[in-house]
C-alpha cells in the first residue's frame, strides 16, 4: 500500500507537534512494510529525499510560513498550487492530507476524486470564531475556507477530544479520534542533562503560547525561590520580543533561551528540570506536555477551551491556571512542590500514548473499506 502523507512543513526542519507526528507514524508504517511518502516543501533541496525509509517529495522551494506573527497565506496557496501537479505524477492508494493551512485539502480531494482513491483528512485544530481574533475582519474568509474544508466527503481523523468536539458541533461526525504519540521506551533510556533547571518550556514561540507570561511569572518567582532557573527552548517570530522582555524584566541570570534541540538533548532537559510550563491559550494536542509527563514533570497550562492540554491536566497530571501572570506564578509554586507525589501518575499517563499504539490505530484505519460518500 502507498500512502502519502501532505504537509508543507517538514520533520526535521521544522520541527513542531505536526511534524512529529508524520514522522513517528511514517517511519513506523515504513518498518510494516508499507511505501510512506511526504509531500512537502523541499527544505532539503530540490530532489527527491529518503528519511528513515519515508520519501520525501519537494512540492516547491522553501517558503516562509510567517509573516510577522502570522502564518502566510501565500505560502498556503503556492504549496497547494505546485501539489497538484505533484501528486498526479504518482500512483498513491491512500491521502493522510493535514488540514491546516486548508488549502491543500482541496488539492488532495481533487486527487482522490480523479484517480478514485483514499482520501484522510486529519483535523489538528477547528478554528471557527477564532478566525476573527487571528485575521480581524479577513478573519471571515479564512472560517469559510474551514467550512468547506469540513465538507469534503472522507474519512477523517481528530487529534484530541477536544478537536472531536469542535468537529462534531460545525457538522463533521465520522470522524476517529486517534492522538499524537511518544517515544514512550526511548524516553525511559535517555538520561538526565547536567544543566538543571526549576522551569521548562519548548514549542513554538508564536503569539498564542503566551511565553510573555511565564516571563513575567519568573520575575514575580525570583524573588521567593533562590537562583530560579527557567529554560526556554524554541524558536519563531515571537523570539526577539521575548529576549528583550526578559532583559527588561532583569532575568537575564534566570532565565535561559536555547534554539530548537535535538531529540534526545530535549528531554534530558526536561529530565533535569521540575516542572514544564505550557501557558498557551491554542494547543490542538500538546506533544511537549506529554513527553514531559513521561519525563516525570507535572505541566502547568492555561484554562481555556482552545487549549487540548487541559485534556491532560484534568487526568491529574499537571495544574490549570489563569490567563494571568500572577495566577501562573502560584500555580507553578504548587507544582513544584506537589511533582514528586504525582510523578508516578504521569508517567503512567503518558505510558498510553505510546506510538506502537497509536500505528495500530492508524492502520486499522487505513486497512479498513474505502470510504463510500453514501456513508457521510
Partial sequence: MKIAYVYDAVYPWIKGGVERRIYEIGRRLVSKGYDVHWFGIGWWGNKEHDLDGIKLHPVCKPQRLY????????????FALNLLTKLFKYDLDVIDCQVFPYFPTFSSNLYTLIRQRRLILTWHEVWQDYWYE??????FFGKVVENLTARIKCDVIAVSERTLRDLILIGVNNAKLIPNGIDFEKIR???????????????RLIRDKNVNLLLEAVRILKDEIRDLTCLIIGDGPEKDRLCKLALELDLDKNVRFLNFLEYDTLISLMKSSKVFVLPSTREGFGVTALEANACGLPVVTVRHRRNAVTELVRRGCGILCDLNAKDLAEKITIAIEKRKRIKRRCVECARQYDWNRIVKLIVDLYEGKCYSPDEG
Fill in 67 to 78: 509573516v510577522g506573527r502570522r502564518r502566510s497565506i501565500k505560502e498556503a496557496v503556492v
Fill in 134 to 139: 487571528y485575521l480581524g475582519l479577513k478573519g
Fill in 189 to 203: 533510556q535517555i538520561e538526565p542533562a547536567s544543566l538543571e533547571s526549576d522551569i521548562i518550556f519548548a514549542g
